[in-house]
């Protein structure tokens, strides 16, 4: 934050952009967050006047993936859900009024990061007296704009895994295990195929310990009827899991995925990634893929 500070005081006057990320205080602890709360505000009063000509957008990419939380539900939205908050500098809400009021709509529909994008585009090309174009491969609006209609997660090119819309109902955790054993299997599949990267060292075999959490989706009446779906969300052929299961030592995951059933053949799949629940350090360090990073324990063959 303080060579932030030392950016907007070198360049005042100057047209800039200037693009800030920070992790280290709020991603591996929840309430850790809380102790950089005076300093944000700090920051953002001290810098009050220089902001007057700056549109100011201070977001997150996603919510929070560890700790004990990420096993409610609550827990679950907020990861999929991040913050984002966007003031537009006083002379420029008091010229166009309306983008402020498109804003406090929008705020009320999905949006998705190519939104948040799109609407940088839109601030570099400055063309605030009509709509902005929408970028059609990516379903993006600038912000700025209405969002008139309803939007799906597969309107909007969100993965099932990912998507806020469905409701849950809780089952039993041992109506689960079926799914449970179906996400162990894909996972020893993956460790399978790919393994360690490095010499006289595997990935150990997940085995089930106990399923943490298990909840059936119900997709809202709309995403049932949406012809976009085509066939990919629920429409009573198939239910979806979501299943939070605990595998047994060495590796001790908590994981958690969604596992699609069909139900006229029986047949499970997991659909999506493969979420990691609970911290794991280096227990991957014989490893380098993406995915297997989240769910191998490396031991020594």
Not at 148 to 163: A, F, G, I, L, M
Request: hydrophobic fraction near 35%.
């Amino acid at each position: 934050m303080r060579y932030l500070q030392e950016f907007i005081d070198k360049y005042e006057n100057y047209r800039k952009f200037a693009f800030h990320w920070s992790q280290d205080m709020s991603h591996d602890y929840l309430n850790l967050i809380g102790v950089a709360d005076v300093d944000i505000e700090d920051f953002f009063l001290r810098n009050e006047a220089k902001f007057n000509d700056s549109i100011v957008i201070f977001f997150s990419d996603h919510g929070h993936r560890y700790d004990s939380i990420r096993e409610t539900a609550v827990g679950r939205l907020e990861s999929r859900l991040p913050y984002l908050s966007i003031r537009i500098p006083p002379a420029l809400d008091k010229k166009y009024s309306h983008l402020k009021k498109n804003l406090m709509a929008n705020s009320k529909k999905m949006t998705t990061q190519f939104d948040l994008h799109r609407t940088l585009e839109h601030i570099v090309e400055a063309k605030f007296d009509f709509d902005y174009s929408v970028d059609e491969a990516k379903q993006a609006y600038s912000l700025f704009n209405p969002i008139s209609k309803p939007r799906t997660c597969n309107e909007v090119h969100v993965p099932e895994d990912y998507c806020p819309c469905f409701k849950e109902l809780n089952i039993q955790p041992q109506e689960g295990f079926e799914a449970a054993e179906a996400i162990l299997n894909y996972a020893n599949k993956i460790m399978f195929q790919k393994n360690s990267t490095l010499e006289g060292f595997s990935c150990s075999t997940l085995a089930l310990d106990s399923v943490n959490d298990a909840s059936v989706q119900i997709p809202p009446q709309k995403l049932i009827k949406d012809p976009q779906v085509d066939g990919h969300t629920s429409t009573g052929l198939r239910l979806n899991y979501r299943i939070v299961l605990q595998a047994k030592p060495p590796s001790n995951a908590v994981i958690e995925a969604v596992v699609i059933k069909d139900l006229d053949t029986g047949e499970l799949m997991v659909t999506g990634e493969l979420e990691r629940n609970n911290k794991y350090g280096n227990t991957s360090y014989c490893v380098t893929d993406r995915t297997l990073k989240k769910i191998c324990h490396c031991v020594k063959i």
